[in-house]
């Protein structure tokens, strides 16, 4: 795989030219009389003009042509991208879903994502959708963008090559990368390739506060990197297509839109290897809540709750002593989705699989099956590895979430035994003190 070069940090100003072409960012203002190179500048605004300074997101971008010259946008149909919460009766069982199908025919990642569920109103940029992609050709001449909120990307099979406004990156699974509002790019693959999307509407994703963890831990910021310019100049016809209000919307340019010679900002695609995270854990007794692994966090406007936390569940030592070690048995009010990168999941060994998922709704009991549970409870408590050459993650949310027709009955990866799991717990009951 090719690699790039990239630039460090997260939420940082950043400014980058790309070589070919020195000094192509104006100095000292933002949109001279005359751009350097003949450039046009535009700016792209993540956060409202008069958001505060600390949540403040724009980029000011020079190119070749500005975004502006397109022909009018049509509806593009080719898509299982959904934002209707209400095609198939709410379901509060535990769902589990095995490995979702690569395609049968020729898809691009934008006709391969298809929702499974979500809840909210992107028209009020509040919610969030869960798909996955599935596909097995290049975009060709052909770029996405999302009006309707910020793109998490979970590869799980098959490394992406994309292409954006800002330069190219590179993301192989255990990476992710976080696409957000506006920002156009373009996917290429060498094989069939498949993974998550986490989409928040409206709202950007931040580092979790460490309070008394300190300074420093889970993921560190100088971790995270993006993309230097690098523009084509390429003068054909390109398709834009454009996630809006829910659909998918196309129109046409005759120049590509990856033409960026300079930018400078802060609001940026960027991406994050999982391997960096810095595991914090107990050392003593007891089970952390899974919050202690939360890699990037969207807040809503309660203290402390998520829109949208992405949680991972990485390989680390245990060694907490008289403790229940896997994850306890759960009613959260939080929902909570679940997919698998590769390996098994620690809590339960069979059954969800890499490219699979779960979905344990608002106060959906959850935990881990029987033979977790009868393991667990009598194995001799030494340190010991868990997780090791696995990755499975959560996408844990405040909203109850709908799940789609698709994500309900078109995918047919619904496992309907999925409760037996749970089959056998047996009573332990001492009965009362005679
Ligand atoms: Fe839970």
Redesign the pocket.
């Known amino acids: 795989m090719e690699t790039f070069e990239y630039l460090h940090g997260f939420g940082s100003e950043f400014s980058s030219e790309d070589p070919r072409c020195p000094d192509s960012l104006p100095k000292g203002q933002n949109s001279p009389q005359k751009c350097p190179y003949g450039l046009y500048a535009e700016q792209l605004s993540g956060t409202a003009f008069t958001a505060p300074r600390s949540e403040n997101k724009r980029s000011w971008l020079y190119r070749i042509s500005p975004s502006i010259g397109h022909k009018p946008f049509k509806p593009f149909l080719e898509s299982n991208i959904s934002s209707n919460w209400d095609e198939v009766m709410p379901d509060p069982s535990q769902m589990r879903w095995n490995p979702f199908d690569f395609p049968s025919e020729k898809k691009d990642f934008v006709e391969g994502i298809n929702t499974i569920c979500g809840t909210g109103e992107p028209r009020l940029k509040l919610g969030l959708g869960i798909h996955v992609y599935s596909c097995n050709v290049s975009m060709k001449n052909r770029a996405f963008y999302n009006s309707d909120g910020d793109f998490l990307i979970v590869p799980q099979h098959g490394n992406l090559r994309i292409k954006t406004e800002f330069g190219k990156l590179t993301v192989e699974p255990n990476e992710i990368c976080v696409i957000q509002q506006g920002m156009r790019f373009q996917v290429e693959i060498s094989e069939p390739s498949r993974g998550y999307i986490l989409e928040v509407y409206g709202r950007h994703f931040t580092l979790p506060d460490l309070g008394p963890i300190g300074a420093n831990g889970l993921a560190n910021p100088r971790d995270f990197m993006t993309p230097v310019a690098c523009f084509e100049d390429v003068e054909e016809e390109f398709e834009i297509i454009a996630k809006y209000q829910g659909h998918l919307f196309v129109c046409i340019q005759e120049h590509s839109p990856f033409d960026v010679v300079g930018w400078h900002g802060n609001y940026v695609p960027y991406k994050y290897n999982l391997e960096n995270f810095m595991v914090i854990n107990s050392v003593s007794f007891d089970h952390c809540d899974?919050s202690i692994f939360t890699v990037l966090t969207c807040q809503s406007d309660k203290p402390g709750t998520a829109i949208a936390d992405f949680v991972i569940f990485p390989p680390r030592w245990s060694v907490q002593e008289h403790t229940f070690r896997p994850?306890y048995y759960?009613r959260?009010c939080m929902s909570?989705f679940m997919g698998l990168i590769k390996g098994k999941y620690e809590a339960k060994e069979g059954g969800f699989l890499p490219g699979g998922a779960t979905l344990?709704s608002i106060m959906t009991p959850?935990g881990p099956d029987v033979n977790c549970f009868e393991k667990s409870s009598q194995e001799e408590l030494k340190p010991c590895r868990v997780a090791d050459s696995t990755q499975s993650f959560m996408f844990e949310s405040c909203l109850g979430l709908a799940v789609t027709k698709w994500g309900a009955q078109t995918s047919k990866k619904l496992d309907h035994d999925y409760y037996k799991c749970w089959k056998g717990l047996k009573k332990n009951f001492t009965g009362p003190k005679k």
Do not use: A, D, Y
Request: hydrophobic share 0%; net charge negative.
């Open positions: 899974p994850p759960h959260n909570e344990h959850h």
